[in-house]
Protein backbone atom coordinates (compact mmCIF):
# COMPACT_ATOMS: atom_id res chain seq x y z
CA UNK A 1 0.00 0.00 0.00
CA UNK A 2 1.67 3.76 -1.31
CA UNK A 3 1.47 6.71 0.78
CA UNK A 4 -2.02 8.04 -1.54
CA UNK A 5 -3.75 4.81 -0.82
CA UNK A 6 -2.65 5.23 2.89
CA UNK A 7 -4.10 8.52 3.48
CA UNK A 8 -7.29 7.35 1.14
CA UNK A 9 -8.39 4.63 3.61
CA UNK A 10 -7.74 6.68 6.72
CA UNK A 11 -9.30 9.37 5.22
CA UNK A 12 -12.61 6.79 4.56
CA UNK A 13 -12.24 5.70 8.27
CA UNK A 14 -12.81 9.51 9.40
CA UNK A 15 -15.40 9.87 7.12
CA UNK A 16 -17.30 7.04 8.95
CA UNK A 17 -16.73 8.20 12.38
CA UNK A 18 -17.78 11.16 11.25
CA UNK A 19 -20.98 10.05 9.57
CA UNK A 20 -21.90 8.39 12.81
CA UNK A 21 -21.09 11.45 14.72
CA UNK A 22 -23.38 14.01 12.35
CA UNK A 23 -26.23 10.99 12.99
CA UNK A 24 -25.99 10.59 16.46
CA UNK A 25 -25.26 14.44 17.67
CA UNK A 26 -28.71 15.52 19.35
CA UNK A 27 -30.58 13.14 17.66
CA UNK A 28 -33.33 13.66 19.94
CA UNK A 29 -33.34 17.41 19.88
CA UNK A 30 -36.37 17.99 17.17
CA UNK A 31 -40.03 17.48 18.46
CA UNK A 32 -41.56 14.69 16.50
CA UNK A 33 -42.90 14.93 12.77
CA UNK A 34 -46.60 13.81 12.51
CA UNK A 35 -45.43 10.56 10.32
CA UNK A 36 -42.81 9.53 13.41
CA UNK A 37 -45.42 10.41 15.95
CA UNK A 38 -47.63 8.13 13.72
CA UNK A 39 -45.20 5.05 13.46
CA UNK A 40 -44.07 6.09 17.14
CA UNK A 41 -47.45 5.35 18.80
CA UNK A 42 -48.00 1.67 16.82
CA UNK A 43 -44.10 0.70 17.54
CA UNK A 44 -44.99 1.65 20.78
CA UNK A 45 -48.79 -0.34 21.02
CA UNK A 46 -46.56 -3.50 19.72
CA UNK A 47 -43.66 -2.66 22.25
CA UNK A 48 -46.23 -2.64 25.55
CA UNK A 49 -49.06 -4.28 24.09
CA UNK A 50 -47.99 -6.72 21.69
CA UNK A 51 -50.95 -5.91 19.37
CA UNK A 52 -49.57 -5.05 15.58
CA UNK A 53 -51.44 -5.72 12.31
CA UNK A 54 -50.39 -4.36 8.95
CA UNK A 55 -52.05 -1.14 7.36
CA UNK A 56 -50.31 0.32 4.25
CA UNK A 57 -51.37 3.54 4.77
CA UNK A 58 -48.44 3.08 8.01
CA UNK A 59 -46.32 0.38 5.89
CA UNK A 60 -44.71 -2.51 6.84
CA UNK A 61 -43.86 -4.78 10.06
CA UNK A 62 -39.91 -4.29 9.76
CA UNK A 63 -39.63 -0.91 11.40
CA UNK A 64 -41.77 -1.72 14.13
CA UNK A 65 -40.56 -5.68 15.09
CA UNK A 66 -36.85 -3.92 15.38
CA UNK A 67 -37.45 -0.45 16.81
CA UNK A 68 -40.05 -2.36 19.46
CA UNK A 69 -36.98 -4.49 20.82
CA UNK A 70 -35.06 -0.96 20.74
CA UNK A 71 -37.48 0.12 23.05
CA UNK A 72 -36.80 -2.82 25.41
CA UNK A 73 -33.13 -2.29 25.74
CA UNK A 74 -33.09 1.85 25.73
CA UNK A 75 -37.02 2.64 26.67
CA UNK A 76 -39.43 4.03 24.67
CA UNK A 77 -38.38 7.69 23.34
CA UNK A 78 -37.39 9.73 20.68
CA UNK A 79 -33.75 8.93 20.94
CA UNK A 80 -34.47 4.88 21.04
CA UNK A 81 -36.64 5.94 17.82
CA UNK A 82 -34.82 7.56 15.51
CA UNK A 83 -31.31 5.09 16.65
CA UNK A 84 -31.61 2.39 14.45
CA UNK A 85 -32.26 4.97 11.12
CA UNK A 86 -29.44 6.70 12.19
CA UNK A 87 -27.01 3.30 12.70
CA UNK A 88 -28.32 2.14 9.04
CA UNK A 89 -27.64 5.86 7.47
CA UNK A 90 -24.08 5.78 8.84
CA UNK A 91 -23.77 1.65 7.79
CA UNK A 92 -24.14 2.52 4.36
CA UNK A 93 -20.95 3.65 3.94
CA UNK A 94 -19.27 0.04 4.70
CA UNK A 95 -21.24 -0.90 1.83
CA UNK A 96 -19.41 1.06 -0.44
CA UNK A 97 -16.02 -0.67 0.26
CA UNK A 98 -16.99 -3.74 -1.68
CA UNK A 99 -17.89 -1.76 -4.75
CA UNK A 100 -14.52 -0.37 -4.52
CA UNK A 101 -13.42 -2.33 -7.45
CA UNK A 102 -15.68 -0.14 -9.82
CA UNK A 103 -15.89 3.41 -7.75
CA UNK A 104 -12.09 3.70 -7.75
CA UNK A 105 -10.26 4.33 -4.60
CA UNK A 106 -10.88 8.07 -4.58
CA UNK A 107 -14.09 7.54 -6.33
CA UNK A 108 -15.01 5.45 -2.71
CA UNK A 109 -13.77 8.21 -0.84
CA UNK A 110 -16.09 10.88 -2.30
CA UNK A 111 -18.69 8.32 -2.49
CA UNK A 112 -18.74 8.26 1.28
CA UNK A 113 -18.22 11.84 1.47
CA UNK A 114 -21.58 12.52 -0.71
CA UNK A 115 -23.29 9.92 1.67
CA UNK A 116 -21.97 11.33 4.90
CA UNK A 117 -22.72 14.98 4.45
CA UNK A 118 -25.38 14.35 2.07
CA UNK A 119 -28.45 16.63 3.37
CA UNK A 120 -30.82 14.66 2.43
CA UNK A 121 -29.17 11.16 3.55
CA UNK A 122 -28.22 12.80 6.39
CA UNK A 123 -31.95 14.60 7.38
CA UNK A 124 -33.65 11.34 6.70
CA UNK A 125 -30.97 9.24 8.46
CA UNK A 126 -32.30 11.42 11.79
CA UNK A 127 -35.54 10.63 10.67
CA UNK A 128 -37.86 7.89 12.27
CA UNK A 129 -39.50 6.60 8.71
CA UNK A 130 -38.60 3.43 6.19
CA UNK A 131 -37.02 5.35 3.57
CA UNK A 132 -33.15 5.67 5.10
CA UNK A 133 -33.63 1.41 5.59
CA UNK A 134 -34.86 1.09 2.22
CA UNK A 135 -31.79 2.65 0.67
CA UNK A 136 -29.58 0.67 3.10
CA UNK A 137 -31.10 -2.43 1.68
CA UNK A 138 -31.06 -1.44 -1.75
CA UNK A 139 -27.71 -0.90 -1.57
CA UNK A 140 -27.18 -4.12 -0.01
CA UNK A 141 -28.95 -5.96 -2.91
CA UNK A 142 -26.35 -4.09 -5.07
CA UNK A 143 -23.16 -4.84 -3.15
CA UNK A 144 -24.72 -8.71 -3.35
CA UNK A 145 -25.22 -8.64 -6.70
CA UNK A 146 -22.45 -7.40 -7.76
CA UNK A 147 -19.93 -10.06 -5.15
CA UNK A 148 -22.26 -12.60 -7.19
CA UNK A 149 -21.74 -11.46 -10.59
CA UNK A 150 -17.76 -11.21 -9.60
CA UNK A 151 -18.11 -14.76 -8.34
CA UNK A 152 -20.10 -16.28 -11.00
CA UNK A 153 -17.44 -14.76 -13.82
CA UNK A 154 -14.92 -16.41 -11.61
CA UNK A 155 -16.55 -20.02 -12.24
CA UNK A 156 -17.23 -19.35 -15.62
CA UNK A 157 -13.31 -18.09 -16.71
CA UNK A 158 -12.36 -20.30 -19.42
CA UNK A 159 -9.40 -22.58 -18.42
CA UNK A 160 -5.82 -21.43 -19.29
CA UNK A 161 -4.86 -23.40 -23.25
CA UNK A 162 -8.47 -24.81 -23.18
CA UNK A 163 -11.81 -23.46 -24.87
CA UNK A 164 -13.74 -24.70 -21.59
CA UNK A 165 -14.83 -23.59 -18.65
CA UNK A 166 -13.90 -24.12 -15.08
CA UNK A 167 -16.31 -26.65 -13.37
CA UNK A 168 -15.27 -24.77 -9.95
CA UNK A 169 -18.76 -23.60 -7.97
CA UNK A 170 -17.92 -20.89 -5.01
CA UNK A 171 -20.46 -21.53 -2.36
CA UNK A 172 -20.37 -17.69 -1.58
CA UNK A 173 -22.60 -17.18 -4.67
CA UNK A 174 -24.90 -19.13 -1.91
CA UNK A 175 -24.42 -16.79 0.96
CA UNK A 176 -24.80 -13.12 -1.51
CA UNK A 177 -28.21 -14.96 -3.11
CA UNK A 178 -29.43 -15.27 0.28
CA UNK A 179 -28.71 -12.00 1.79
CA UNK A 180 -29.81 -10.46 -1.74
CA UNK A 181 -33.25 -12.25 -0.74
CA UNK A 182 -33.05 -11.08 2.82
CA UNK A 183 -32.16 -7.09 1.42
CA UNK A 184 -35.31 -7.78 -0.54
CA UNK A 185 -37.50 -8.85 1.22
CA UNK A 186 -36.57 -6.53 4.19
CA UNK A 187 -37.89 -3.85 1.75
CA UNK A 188 -40.72 -5.45 1.06
CA UNK A 189 -41.38 -5.40 5.22
CA UNK A 190 -40.56 -1.73 5.22
CA UNK A 191 -42.12 0.11 2.42
CA UNK A 192 -44.95 -0.54 -0.38
CA UNK A 193 -42.23 1.14 -2.63
CA UNK A 194 -40.00 -2.46 -2.32
CA UNK A 195 -42.24 -3.59 -5.46
CA UNK A 196 -41.20 -0.92 -7.76
CA UNK A 197 -37.57 -1.74 -6.69
CA UNK A 198 -38.39 -5.67 -7.51
CA UNK A 199 -39.92 -4.74 -10.49
CA UNK A 200 -36.82 -3.01 -11.82
CA UNK A 201 -34.85 -5.66 -10.98
CA UNK A 202 -36.47 -8.29 -13.23
CA UNK A 203 -36.66 -5.57 -15.95
CA UNK A 204 -33.19 -4.77 -15.72
CA UNK A 205 -31.98 -8.70 -15.85
CA UNK A 206 -34.65 -9.44 -18.47
CA UNK A 207 -32.77 -6.53 -20.54
CA UNK A 208 -29.60 -8.11 -19.37
CA UNK A 209 -30.36 -11.14 -20.58
CA UNK A 210 -31.25 -10.54 -24.22
CA UNK A 211 -27.89 -8.05 -24.39
CA UNK A 212 -25.75 -11.18 -23.58
CA UNK A 213 -27.34 -13.28 -26.01
CA UNK A 214 -28.30 -15.49 -23.12
CA UNK A 215 -31.25 -16.98 -24.76
CA UNK A 216 -29.14 -18.07 -27.56
CA UNK A 217 -29.14 -21.79 -27.15
CA UNK A 218 -30.73 -22.02 -24.19
CA UNK A 219 -33.47 -24.77 -25.09
CA UNK A 220 -30.85 -26.50 -26.18
CA UNK A 221 -28.66 -26.32 -23.39
CA UNK A 222 -31.50 -27.45 -21.04
CA UNK A 223 -31.68 -30.47 -22.93
CA UNK A 224 -28.32 -31.59 -22.65
CA UNK A 225 -28.88 -30.88 -18.94
CA UNK A 226 -25.86 -28.05 -18.96
CA UNK A 227 -24.38 -28.58 -15.72
CA UNK A 228 -24.02 -23.97 -15.49
CA UNK A 229 -28.04 -23.46 -16.95
CA UNK A 230 -29.61 -26.11 -14.42
CA UNK A 231 -27.03 -24.36 -11.59
CA UNK A 232 -28.64 -21.04 -12.71
CA UNK A 233 -32.39 -21.98 -12.81
CA UNK A 234 -31.31 -23.72 -9.05
CA UNK A 235 -29.75 -20.75 -7.83
CA UNK A 236 -32.82 -18.45 -9.03
CA UNK A 237 -35.34 -21.21 -6.89
CA UNK A 238 -33.72 -20.26 -3.84
CA UNK A 239 -33.69 -16.73 -4.33
CA UNK A 240 -37.19 -16.90 -5.08
CA UNK A 241 -37.76 -18.95 -1.55
CA UNK A 242 -35.21 -16.92 0.64
CA UNK A 243 -37.57 -14.31 -0.52
CA UNK A 244 -41.05 -15.56 0.18
CA UNK A 245 -40.01 -16.85 3.36
CA UNK A 246 -38.60 -13.98 4.71
CA UNK A 247 -41.86 -12.26 3.30
CA UNK A 248 -43.66 -14.70 4.97
CA UNK A 249 -42.13 -14.28 8.37
CA UNK A 250 -42.35 -10.81 8.42
CA UNK A 251 -45.98 -10.80 7.66
CA UNK A 252 -47.44 -13.93 9.12
CA UNK A 253 -45.24 -15.04 11.45
CA UNK A 254 -45.22 -18.72 9.77
CA UNK A 255 -42.20 -20.13 7.06
CA UNK A 256 -44.42 -20.16 4.29
CA UNK A 257 -48.30 -18.70 4.11
CA UNK A 258 -49.01 -17.81 0.79
CA UNK A 259 -52.52 -17.06 1.74
CA UNK A 260 -51.17 -14.43 4.08
CA UNK A 261 -48.80 -12.94 1.53
CA UNK A 262 -50.82 -12.77 -1.27
CA UNK A 263 -53.43 -10.36 0.85
CA UNK A 264 -50.77 -8.39 2.23
CA UNK A 265 -49.33 -7.90 -1.27
CA UNK A 266 -53.03 -7.19 -2.34
CA UNK A 267 -53.35 -4.67 0.46
CA UNK A 268 -50.43 -2.72 -0.46
CA UNK A 269 -50.76 -2.47 -3.76
CA UNK A 270 -54.46 -1.62 -4.05
CA UNK A 271 -54.31 0.74 -1.17
CA UNK A 272 -51.24 2.63 -3.03
CA UNK A 273 -52.78 2.63 -6.68
CA UNK A 274 -55.74 4.11 -4.81
CA UNK A 275 -53.05 7.11 -3.40
CA UNK A 276 -52.08 7.40 -6.91
CA UNK A 277 -55.53 7.51 -8.53
CA UNK A 278 -57.12 10.00 -6.14
CA UNK A 279 -53.73 11.76 -5.97
CA UNK A 280 -53.52 11.79 -2.28
CA UNK A 281 -50.56 14.29 -2.37
CA UNK A 282 -49.91 15.13 -6.06
CA UNK A 283 -47.56 17.12 -7.36
CA UNK A 284 -45.72 18.65 -10.47
CA UNK A 285 -43.90 16.64 -12.74
CA UNK A 286 -40.58 18.62 -11.72
CA UNK A 287 -41.77 17.89 -8.04
CA UNK A 288 -38.03 16.22 -7.57
CA UNK A 289 -35.54 17.99 -9.97
CA UNK A 290 -35.84 21.43 -7.31
CA UNK A 291 -34.82 19.19 -4.42
CA UNK A 292 -32.08 17.93 -5.77
CA UNK A 293 -30.47 20.90 -7.45
CA UNK A 294 -31.17 23.00 -4.03
CA UNK A 295 -29.97 20.09 -1.68
CA UNK A 296 -27.58 18.09 -3.54
CA UNK A 297 -25.79 20.15 -6.29
CA UNK A 298 -22.42 18.46 -6.93
CA UNK A 299 -23.97 15.35 -6.77
CA UNK A 300 -26.74 16.35 -9.98
CA UNK A 301 -24.01 17.80 -12.12
CA UNK A 302 -21.56 15.39 -11.86
CA UNK A 303 -24.37 12.61 -11.78
CA UNK A 304 -25.42 13.80 -14.93
CA UNK A 305 -21.74 14.52 -16.42
CA UNK A 306 -20.66 11.39 -15.39
CA UNK A 307 -23.89 9.27 -17.60
CA UNK A 308 -22.84 11.41 -20.95
CA UNK A 309 -19.38 10.32 -20.07
CA UNK A 310 -19.95 6.58 -19.14
CA UNK A 311 -22.72 6.91 -22.04
CA UNK A 312 -20.68 7.65 -24.88
CA UNK A 313 -17.45 6.26 -23.78
CA UNK A 314 -17.01 3.75 -26.17
CA UNK A 315 -18.28 5.65 -29.06
CA UNK A 316 -16.07 6.02 -32.40
CA UNK A 317 -18.64 8.10 -34.28
CA UNK A 318 -18.05 11.41 -33.25
CA UNK A 319 -21.34 12.90 -33.93
CA UNK A 320 -23.36 9.73 -31.95
CA UNK A 321 -23.66 11.91 -28.83
CA UNK A 322 -24.93 15.78 -31.07
CA UNK A 323 -27.28 13.62 -32.85
CA UNK A 324 -28.83 12.27 -29.24
CA UNK A 325 -29.10 15.89 -28.12
CA UNK A 326 -30.70 17.16 -31.15
CA UNK A 327 -33.57 14.52 -31.25
CA UNK A 328 -34.22 15.30 -27.28
CA UNK A 329 -34.02 18.39 -27.89
CA UNK A 330 -36.56 18.07 -30.82
CA UNK A 331 -39.00 16.37 -29.20
CA UNK A 332 -39.20 18.36 -26.18
CA UNK A 333 -39.47 21.39 -28.43
CA UNK A 334 -42.24 19.17 -30.20
CA UNK A 335 -44.21 18.73 -26.48
CA UNK A 336 -43.80 22.25 -25.76
CA UNK A 337 -45.61 23.31 -28.81
CA UNK A 338 -48.30 20.98 -27.67
CA UNK A 339 -48.82 22.40 -24.70
CA UNK A 340 -48.68 25.95 -25.58
CA UNK A 341 -51.68 24.67 -28.26
CA UNK A 342 -53.86 23.52 -26.10
CA UNK A 343 -53.62 26.64 -24.01
CA UNK A 344 -54.13 28.91 -26.76
CA UNK A 345 -56.93 27.04 -28.48
CA UNK A 346 -58.84 24.44 -25.80
CA UNK A 347 -60.45 23.28 -29.03
CA UNK A 348 -57.79 21.87 -30.73
CA UNK A 349 -56.27 19.89 -27.21
CA UNK A 350 -58.92 16.98 -27.35
CA UNK A 351 -56.15 15.76 -30.95
CA UNK A 352 -53.36 16.73 -28.71
CA UNK A 353 -51.83 13.63 -26.90
CA UNK A 354 -50.89 15.88 -24.66
CA UNK A 355 -53.83 16.08 -23.34
CA UNK A 356 -54.69 12.52 -22.28
CA UNK A 357 -51.30 11.96 -21.20
CA UNK A 358 -49.99 12.68 -18.17
CA UNK A 359 -47.59 15.49 -17.83
CA UNK A 360 -44.93 13.52 -15.96
CA UNK A 361 -45.20 10.55 -18.90
CA UNK A 362 -45.20 12.43 -21.79
CA UNK A 363 -42.10 15.06 -20.83
CA UNK A 364 -39.62 12.36 -19.33
CA UNK A 365 -40.21 9.62 -21.20
CA UNK A 366 -36.95 10.19 -22.97
CA UNK A 367 -35.47 10.00 -19.60
CA UNK A 368 -37.13 6.28 -19.54
CA UNK A 369 -35.82 5.12 -22.57
CA UNK A 370 -32.40 6.75 -22.10
CA UNK A 371 -31.96 4.39 -19.08
CA UNK A 372 -33.53 1.04 -20.78
CA UNK A 373 -30.90 2.35 -23.84
CA UNK A 374 -27.83 2.81 -21.30
CA UNK A 375 -28.64 -1.03 -20.75
CA UNK A 376 -27.80 -2.21 -23.90
CA UNK A 377 -25.25 0.48 -24.51
CA UNK A 378 -22.59 0.60 -21.71
CA UNK A 379 -20.59 -2.12 -21.46
CA UNK A 380 -19.79 -1.59 -17.78
CA UNK A 381 -22.35 -3.78 -16.20
CA UNK A 382 -22.29 -1.70 -13.13
CA UNK A 383 -22.46 1.83 -14.84
CA UNK A 384 -25.34 0.41 -16.76
CA UNK A 385 -27.22 -0.76 -14.06
CA UNK A 386 -26.74 2.47 -12.55
CA UNK A 387 -27.86 4.55 -15.03
CA UNK A 388 -30.81 2.75 -15.57
CA UNK A 389 -31.42 2.53 -12.01
CA UNK A 390 -31.47 6.43 -11.76
CA UNK A 391 -33.42 6.90 -15.05
CA UNK A 392 -36.08 4.78 -13.94
CA UNK A 393 -36.71 6.14 -11.09
CA UNK A 394 -36.70 9.68 -11.69
CA UNK A 395 -39.53 8.73 -14.35
CA UNK A 396 -41.30 6.62 -12.01
CA UNK A 397 -41.20 8.87 -9.25
CA UNK A 398 -42.29 11.88 -10.75
CA UNK A 399 -45.60 9.76 -12.30
CA UNK A 400 -46.73 8.86 -8.94
CA UNK A 401 -49.07 11.15 -7.30
CA UNK A 402 -47.63 10.48 -4.06
CA UNK A 403 -45.25 13.07 -4.29
CA UNK A 404 -43.92 13.13 -0.50
CA UNK A 405 -39.31 15.02 -0.06
CA UNK A 406 -38.20 11.45 1.29
CA UNK A 407 -38.92 9.62 -2.16
CA UNK A 408 -35.81 11.63 -3.56
CA UNK A 409 -33.80 9.09 -1.92
CA UNK A 410 -34.94 6.74 -4.54
CA UNK A 411 -33.33 8.11 -7.59
CA UNK A 412 -30.63 10.24 -5.45
CA UNK A 413 -28.63 7.37 -4.75
CA UNK A 414 -27.66 5.49 -7.87
CA UNK A 415 -27.03 9.53 -9.00
CA UNK A 416 -24.43 9.56 -6.18
CA UNK A 417 -22.60 7.06 -7.21
CA UNK A 418 -22.06 7.64 -10.64
CA UNK A 419 -21.28 10.85 -9.66
CA UNK A 420 -18.70 9.75 -7.19
CA UNK A 421 -17.42 7.28 -9.97
CA UNK A 422 -16.51 10.17 -12.39
CA UNK A 423 -15.63 12.62 -10.11
CA UNK A 424 -12.44 9.82 -8.88
CA UNK A 425 -12.01 8.98 -12.67
CA UNK A 426 -11.83 12.36 -13.94
CA UNK A 427 -9.53 13.75 -11.07
CA UNK A 428 -6.62 10.51 -11.90
CA UNK A 429 -6.41 12.16 -15.17
CA UNK A 430 -6.40 15.91 -14.78
CA UNK A 431 -4.59 18.49 -15.87
CA UNK A 432 -5.16 21.55 -13.87
CA UNK A 433 -3.46 23.47 -15.85
CA UNK A 434 -6.27 23.63 -18.52
CA UNK A 435 -9.17 26.13 -18.63
CA UNK A 436 -11.57 22.75 -18.30
CA UNK A 437 -9.53 21.27 -15.64
CA UNK A 438 -9.60 24.53 -13.29
CA UNK A 439 -13.18 25.14 -14.00
CA UNK A 440 -14.45 21.59 -13.18
CA UNK A 441 -12.08 21.90 -10.03
CA UNK A 442 -13.34 25.25 -8.97
CA UNK A 443 -16.83 24.09 -9.33
CA UNK A 444 -16.62 20.96 -7.21
CA UNK A 445 -14.97 23.09 -4.48
CA UNK A 446 -17.53 25.79 -4.47
CA UNK A 447 -20.39 23.42 -5.05
CA UNK A 448 -18.98 20.90 -2.28
CA UNK A 449 -18.90 23.99 0.17
CA UNK A 450 -22.34 24.60 -0.69
CA UNK A 451 -23.33 21.26 -0.44
CA UNK A 452 -21.77 20.92 3.46
CA UNK A 453 -23.15 24.54 4.38
CA UNK A 454 -26.91 23.35 2.71
CA UNK A 455 -26.94 20.37 5.31
CA UNK A 456 -25.70 21.69 8.10
CA UNK A 457 -28.01 24.74 7.58
CA UNK A 458 -31.12 21.86 7.30
CA UNK A 459 -30.07 19.41 9.92
CA UNK A 460 -28.66 21.66 13.19
CA UNK A 461 -30.12 24.80 12.56
CA UNK A 462 -33.18 24.91 10.56
CA UNK A 463 -34.47 21.71 11.25
CA UNK A 464 -38.26 22.09 11.73
CA UNK A 465 -38.19 25.30 9.32
CA UNK A 466 -40.97 24.96 6.60
CA UNK A 467 -38.76 27.61 4.48
CA UNK A 468 -36.62 24.42 3.61
CA UNK A 469 -38.56 22.11 1.00
CA UNK A 470 -37.39 18.73 2.35
CA UNK A 471 -39.52 19.53 5.33
CA UNK A 472 -42.86 18.52 4.91
CA UNK A 473 -45.21 20.71 6.33
CA UNK A 474 -46.09 18.23 9.08
CA UNK A 475 -43.35 18.71 11.35
CA UNK A 476 -44.21 20.96 14.38
CA UNK A 477 -42.52 24.22 15.00
CA UNK A 478 -40.08 23.50 17.10
CA UNK A 479 -39.88 26.04 19.63
CA UNK A 480 -44.01 26.26 20.08
CA UNK A 481 -44.76 22.74 20.53
CA UNK A 482 -41.95 22.30 22.42
CA UNK A 483 -43.20 24.69 25.17
CA UNK A 484 -46.77 23.12 24.80
CA UNK A 485 -45.39 19.68 25.38
CA UNK A 486 -43.29 21.48 28.51
CA UNK A 487 -46.86 23.21 30.02
CA UNK A 488 -48.53 19.94 29.82
CA UNK A 489 -45.54 17.90 32.00
CA UNK A 490 -45.60 20.74 33.92
CA UNK A 491 -48.80 21.06 34.79
CA UNK A 492 -49.47 16.58 34.97
CA UNK A 493 -47.03 16.75 37.56
CA UNK A 494 -49.38 19.42 40.11
CA UNK A 495 -52.19 16.62 39.62
CA UNK A 496 -52.07 13.46 39.15
CA UNK A 497 -49.04 13.41 36.67
CA UNK A 498 -49.74 10.82 34.03
CA UNK A 499 -53.41 10.12 35.50
CA UNK A 500 -54.09 13.70 35.22
CA UNK A 501 -57.03 14.55 33.06
CA UNK A 502 -56.82 15.74 29.57
CA UNK A 503 -59.45 16.88 27.15
CA UNK A 504 -58.69 16.89 23.64
CA UNK A 505 -61.52 18.54 21.47
CA UNK A 506 -59.08 19.38 18.34
CA UNK A 507 -59.03 16.11 16.63
CA UNK A 508 -56.31 16.86 13.98
CA UNK A 509 -54.05 16.69 17.36
CA UNK A 510 -54.74 13.31 18.14
CA UNK A 511 -51.99 11.71 15.72
CA UNK A 512 -49.47 13.65 17.29
CA UNK A 513 -50.35 13.19 20.91
CA UNK A 514 -50.52 9.62 20.89
CA UNK A 515 -47.32 8.91 21.10
CA UNK A 516 -46.79 12.15 23.63
CA UNK A 517 -49.27 11.41 25.75
CA UNK A 518 -48.73 7.25 25.80
CA UNK A 519 -48.13 6.93 29.12
CA UNK A 520 -51.06 9.21 29.98
CA UNK A 521 -54.18 6.91 31.34
CA UNK A 522 -57.38 9.39 31.59
CA UNK A 523 -57.19 11.10 28.31
CA UNK A 524 -60.39 11.90 26.72
CA UNK A 525 -60.56 12.32 22.82
CA UNK A 526 -62.64 14.10 20.39
CA UNK A 527 -64.98 16.27 23.63
CA UNK A 528 -67.62 17.88 21.95
CA UNK A 529 -67.12 21.51 22.56
CA UNK A 530 -70.44 21.95 24.16
CA UNK A 531 -69.84 19.52 26.92
CA UNK A 532 -68.79 20.56 30.72
CA UNK A 533 -64.67 21.47 30.82
CA UNK A 534 -63.28 20.51 33.86
CA UNK A 535 -59.91 18.78 33.21
CA UNK A 536 -56.22 20.74 34.33
CA UNK A 537 -55.75 20.53 30.62
CA UNK A 538 -57.93 20.69 27.64
CA UNK A 539 -56.68 20.87 23.78
CA UNK A 540 -58.67 22.95 21.42
CA UNK A 541 -58.16 24.31 17.83
CA UNK A 542 -57.37 27.56 16.70
CA UNK A 543 -58.08 29.10 13.24
CA UNK A 544 -58.24 32.45 11.67
CA UNK A 545 -61.96 32.59 12.28
CA UNK A 546 -63.70 35.99 13.89
CA UNK A 547 -64.36 33.65 16.97
CA UNK A 548 -62.93 30.74 17.11
CA UNK A 549 -63.28 27.69 19.53
CA UNK A 550 -60.40 28.79 21.33
CA UNK A 551 -61.69 31.88 21.68
CA UNK A 552 -64.99 30.48 22.95
CA UNK A 553 -63.03 28.13 25.28
CA UNK A 554 -61.48 31.05 26.39
CA UNK A 555 -64.47 33.30 27.74
CA UNK A 556 -66.35 29.94 29.38
CA UNK A 557 -63.83 29.26 31.42
CA UNK A 558 -63.32 31.93 32.83
CA UNK A 559 -60.06 33.12 34.96
CA UNK A 560 -59.05 29.82 36.52
CA UNK A 561 -57.48 28.52 33.33
CA UNK A 562 -54.08 30.57 31.22
CA UNK A 563 -53.99 30.00 27.83
CA UNK A 564 -51.17 28.81 25.73
CA UNK A 565 -51.00 29.34 21.95
CA UNK A 566 -49.21 26.82 19.80
CA UNK A 567 -49.07 24.95 16.45
CA UNK A 568 -48.95 21.42 15.13
CA UNK A 569 -47.39 22.20 11.69
CA UNK A 570 -46.41 25.20 9.62
CA UNK A 571 -45.34 25.37 5.64
CA UNK A 572 -45.32 27.97 3.16
CA UNK A 573 -46.71 27.94 -0.52
CA UNK A 574 -43.83 28.67 -2.70
CA UNK A 575 -43.47 30.97 -5.40
CA UNK A 576 -41.16 31.76 -8.00
CA UNK A 577 -40.49 35.48 -6.02
CA UNK A 578 -39.64 33.43 -3.30
CA UNK A 579 -36.26 31.85 -5.08
CA UNK A 580 -33.37 34.77 -3.91
CA UNK A 581 -30.30 34.73 -3.29
CA UNK A 582 -30.89 35.30 0.59
CA UNK A 583 -33.24 32.21 0.28
CA UNK A 584 -30.84 29.97 -1.48
CA UNK A 585 -28.08 30.50 1.05
CA UNK A 586 -29.78 31.27 4.34
CA UNK A 587 -33.39 30.37 3.64
CA UNK A 588 -34.64 33.91 4.52
CA UNK A 589 -38.35 34.48 3.54
CA UNK A 590 -40.12 37.53 3.52
CA UNK A 591 -43.36 36.14 5.30
CA UNK A 592 -44.05 34.33 8.10
CA UNK A 593 -45.40 30.87 7.23
CA UNK A 594 -48.97 29.98 7.52
CA UNK A 595 -49.83 27.48 10.43
CA UNK A 596 -52.00 24.84 12.04
CA UNK A 597 -53.05 26.67 15.24
CA UNK A 598 -54.21 25.38 18.37
CA UNK A 599 -54.64 26.49 22.08
CA UNK A 600 -53.88 24.79 25.58
CA UNK A 601 -55.57 25.76 28.16
CA UNK A 602 -54.19 24.57 31.62
CA UNK A 603 -55.35 25.60 35.46
CA UNK A 604 -52.03 25.21 37.77
CA UNK A 605 -52.80 24.04 40.66
CA UNK A 606 -51.83 27.21 42.58
CA UNK A 607 -55.27 28.82 40.95
CA UNK A 608 -57.51 25.61 41.86
Given at each position: ????????????????I??F??????????V?H?????????T??L?????????????????????????R?????V????????I??????????????????????????????????????R???E???I????L???????????A????????????????H?S???I?????????????A??????????AL??????M?FIR???Y??????????????????????????A?L??????????????S????A??K??????????????GG????Y?P???L????????G???????G??NC????????????L????I????M????????????Y??????????????????L???A???I??????????????N???????????PW???????????????Y?????????????????L????????????????L????????????L??A????????????N???E???Q??????????????????LL??????T?????????????A?????????A?E???????????R???????????W????L???T????L????????????????????SQ?
Amino acid sequence: MNKRQCGLYLFLIFIIIFAFFLRLYQLDERVFHHDEAAVGYFTYKLFNDSVYSYDPSFHGPFMYIFTSNMYRLLEDSVYSSRLLPAIFGASMIFLLIPLRRYLGNTGTVIAAFFLAISPSFLYYSRFYREDIFISFFTLLALVCAVKYAEAYDRDNRPVSGSSHCSSHYSIERIFYLAIFGIAISSMAALKENAYIIMALIVLFLFMFFIRERSYLGLLDRLKRKDKGSITLILEGIFLVLAVLVVFSLFYTGHLLDLSGMKDAVYKALSHWYEMHRIQRMGGPYYYYMPLIALYELPVLVFGLLGMLYYGFKNCYEGRKKEKLLIVLLIYWIIVDIMYLIAQSYPWAGKYLPTTYIQSSTIIFLPVLVLGIIAVFYIHNRFIAFLVFWTFSNFFIYSYVQEKVPWLVLNPLLPLLLIAAAYIGEFLSGLNIRSRSGAALIIFLLISSAFFVHTSLLLNYENYTNPAEPLIQASQPPQEKFSEFLNKTFEISSQYSNQSTDIQVVDVEMETQLLWYARHYTNIHWRVDIDVKFNAPLIVVHDSDANETEADVMQRDLGRDYVRLDSAKMSWYWFKLSDITPEYVLWRKMNRPPDEYRFALFYKPKSQK
